[in-house]
């Protein structure tokens, strides 16, 4: 039996406003010192007021990273500078490779109702930030779903989930950090583990129920960083948990974050603000 890995250390996520005034919960992402090496920033929004919603996220860039955003209920469209579109549904994933740049809009297709989802960024390594923007729109029907029994369930957005010696391979793979991106439900007093690379960062985030690893108690909102080895082992609490588990290679290469442009030194976020108010950005 693997070791098991603790939590090292609780970021609690912030209440934020982003784009329009969305407002959101700030988990990774707050400053600096609130990133997991390749996470750069996970946002929680959670809301059945649509004056929280409605104004969305009107044009703005990026550029050096991966933003993958996780509808849970809801409806936004795409679109970016490039020509692309796309919708984005309760249960789908958009995972979109920014690279040298886009442009883009998401905007809420729905102007009442419950809007809930997230949106994590993770860092891109130094030899791919330039490369060509691309996109995979996976619909919820793409992203399998695996039973843990006791009502639990999980759901392989990417990497591959090792449930009771049955391999479930999730649509998003092939990626330099080796994302595992998992999003679990279990019943209350329920127990789920899973081998995680040792060496890989992870983090547990409950957004509903409470849950304990290594008997450290995590709530709603408070993402857990996990020590460097072992696998994961976590608890639901007497409600039940609702959690996102994330791991990934880390890069070990410096940060330069400007906003939505995140490179490696502070010339090229220089160049990545002039390719953007020169109009050129994105373009080979
Ligand atoms: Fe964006």
Redesign the pocket.
């Known amino acids: 039996m693997s070791p098991r890995r603790a939590i090292a250390r609780v970021i609690r996520a912030v209440p934020a406003s982003d784009g329009a005034g969305v407002k959101l919960m700030r988990s990774l992402g707050q400053g600096p010192h609130a990133r997991v090496d390749p996470f750069l920033m996970l946002d929680h929004f959670s809301s059945e007021n649509p004056d929280d919603y409605v104004a969305g996220?009107p044009p703005?860039p990026?550029r050096g990273f991966e933003?993958v955003t996780y509808m849970l209920e809801g409806h936004m469209l795409h679109e970016d500078h490039l020509g692309n579109r796309g919708h984005l549904r309760s249960g789908g994933v958009q995972w979109?490779t920014a690279g040298r740049g886009i442009v883009?809009s998401?905007m809420p297709q729905q102007e009442s109702g419950r809007m809930r989802g997230f949106?994590l960024w993770i860092n891109l390594p130094a030899r791919e930030k330039m490369k060509p923007a691309s996109y995979r729109d996976l619909d919820a029907s793409e992203i399998p779903e695996v039973e843990l029994g006791g009502g639990g369930s999980l759901r392989v957005i990417a990497g591959a989930a090792e449930v009771a010696g049955a391999r479930t391979q999730g649509p998003i793979g092939g990626l330099a950090t080796e994302p595992l991106y998992f999003d679990v439900r279990l019943p209350p007093g329920a127990t789920f583990a899973h081998p995680l690379p040792d060496g890989h960062n992870a983090f547990v985030y409950p957004y509903e129920g409470s849950l304990a690893i290594e008997g450290r108690a995590l709530s709603a909102h408070d993402a857990g960083v996990l020590t460097a080895a072992g696998d994961v082992a976590v608890e639901s609490g007497s409600d039940g948990a609702r959690f996102l588990l994330l791991a990934a290679k880390p890069l070990n290469e410096p940060v330069a974050q400007y906003g939505?442009f995140v490179m490696n030194t502070r010339e090229e976020i220089e160049q990545a603000i002039r390719d953007y108010q020169s109009g050129t950005f994105g373009r080979a």
């Open positions: 996220f703005h990026h933003t979109m883009h998401e949106q939505p």
